[in-house]
């Protein structure tokens, strides 16, 4: 009985060796630092209403790390935002604001258990400088153009894996950008005698019918060569959207770019002509010519400030061709407009938009009279929508005593983009897209 109790005792006691050491062993692991691969982050970019924001990082840990193994907190982001352009680049740089933390998939979605990847979105708004991926030059080229954003990542806390903690990292090497909606568009040029025009277009997907074709015209701060500024410097992307898709079937989107400036005249600026005229109806006819599923009775024209008047000038010259227009603070001076030109517009739909209290375009010698002179001629279908001014509609950014934040008077085009505008036609009240949509020869 003795030996018998004496043989347990011992057993036990192996028994509590082996589990202290087995314990000590899982403990050690658990607190082992781990090594990753080489890290990196990718930006995504978004195209808001007041110009493209980088809203959040994606980082590449190097190792996998289980769900909810992140937080706000556990690391700091910073950013230095530089120009070229400029004598002095440096525009700004600082710490920007983590609102959300996830581990996810290469792409930035969520993951479902573990991932490589953590996804850091980020404070952006119209009012928050450390969020921009752009700027206006207007010292010395007069264009906007995409920023160099330098972020550096540093790990503020450890990561729990099953086989360790990952600590200590920073992460300061950029391996790409996604610019959503504007990747969707693919981007070329065309040359005519001695102009030369690149251009971004969408091409919707094929469905074995007529789509109708959206060109747009950029403002005065989109010119040069590079034909992503166009539809990035404001929401001009927004056509591309599944939202504003909708309303046309899937429609053809058209964004040339000029080297300067559409009110480039062949006298002066803004003389009521343009040297890119010309050019510009070739390469429609030719994007037309090579796109056979284009539908020739719904080609649509529109346009903001310098490409508002670049709009008046098409639809004076080539009533006929367009179905519609929708000149957005347009900038063609009344004064320049003939009573014979009027009489040649008058039977183009066109749907004018603009805000009152407009700093750069007086509505009162531009958008507002050409108006009144195309009703009095007897235009049978021309709209006019006056805003006071131009403020956020998404309820999302407000001034600080609770009223909605009010971008510069000028950018009425927020209001095209976002498709807030609307008007009461026989009764029956209509946004902006759905009268566009509706329009053919």
């Known amino acids: 009985m003795f030996k018998k109790m004496k043989k347990q005792a011992r057993k036990a006691f192996l028994l509590s060796i082996v589990a202290c050491t ?3 062993f899982s403990s050690g692991v658990m607190a082992k630092e781990m090594k990753t691969q080489p890290t ?35 690391f700091d982001v910073n950013v230095k935002i530089s120009d070229p352009r400029l004598a002095q680049p440096l525009l700004n740089q600082g710490e920007r604001k983590v609102t959300k933390a996830y581990v996810s998939d290469k792409n930035g979605k969520p993951a479902k258990a573990t991932g490589k990847y953590v996804v850091l979105e980020m404070e952006f708004g119209p009012n928050v400088p450390l969020s921009t991926a752009m700027n ?68 919707p997907k094929k469905d074995n019918k007529k789509n109708p074709l959206v ?23 927004n056509w591309a959207s599944d939202d504003i898709q909708s309303y046309f079937g899937g429609a053809y989107v058209l964004a040339p770019q000029t080297p300067t400036f559409w009110m480039d005249g062949e006298t002066g600026f803004g003389d009521g002509t343009s040297k890119y005229e010309d050019a510009l109806m070739s390469l429609i006819e030719d994007y037309v010519s090579n796109n056979k599923d284009i539908d020739t009775d719904r080609i649509y024209i529109g346009g903001d400030s310098n490409g508002g008047y670049m709009t008046m000038l098409m639809i004076r010259d080539y009533p006929e061709y367009f179905a519609a227009a929708i000149p957005t603070c347009e900038a063609l001076a009344d004064t320049l407009i003939t009573n014979e030109q009027i009489e040649d517009m008058k039977n183009v739909p066109t749907w004018f938009v603009t805000a009152a209290n407009d700093p750069v375009v007086d509505v009162n010698q531009y958008t507002v009279p050409t108006y009144e002179r195309l009703v009095e001629a007897g235009a049978p279908n021309v709209h006019l929508s006056l805003f006071d001014n131009v403020v956020d509609t998404s309820g999302l950014y407000k001034n600080d005593d609770g009223t909605p934040y009010e971008y510069n008077g000028h950018w009425s085009w927020i209001y095209v983009y976002n498709n807030d505008v609307k008007t009461t036609i026989d009764g029956k009240e209509i946004t902006l897209m759905e009268w566009l949509a509706n329009q053919s020869k």
Not at 61 to 74: A, H, Q, Y
Not at 224 to 231: A, E, Q, R, S
Request: a negative charge; glycine letters at 10%.
């Open 22 to 24: 087995t314990f000590s």
């Open 40 to 74: 990196s982050y990718q930006t995504v970019t978004e195209i808001e209403d007041w110009g493209p924001a980088i809203t959040k990082v994606i980082v590449d840990l190097g190792r996998p790390v289980p769900v909810k193994s992140v937080t706000t907190d556990t």
């Open 136 to 203: 206006y030059d207007w010292q010395k080229t007069g264009f906007n153009d995409w920023t160099d954003n330098e972020y550096t990542i540093t790990q503020q806390k450890a990561i729990a894996t099953p086989a360790g903690k990952i600590s200590g990292l920073t992460i300061d090497t950029f391996s790409g950008g996604v610019r959503e909606l504007v990747d969707e568009f693919s981007t070329g040029e065309a040359t005519y005698g001695d102009v030369t025009l690149t251009y971004a277009d969408f091409e």
């Open 215 to 237: 060109i747009w015209l950029h403002g005065a701060g989109e010119g040069g060569t590079d034909p992503t500024i166009p539809i990035s410097g404001n929401k001009a992307v």
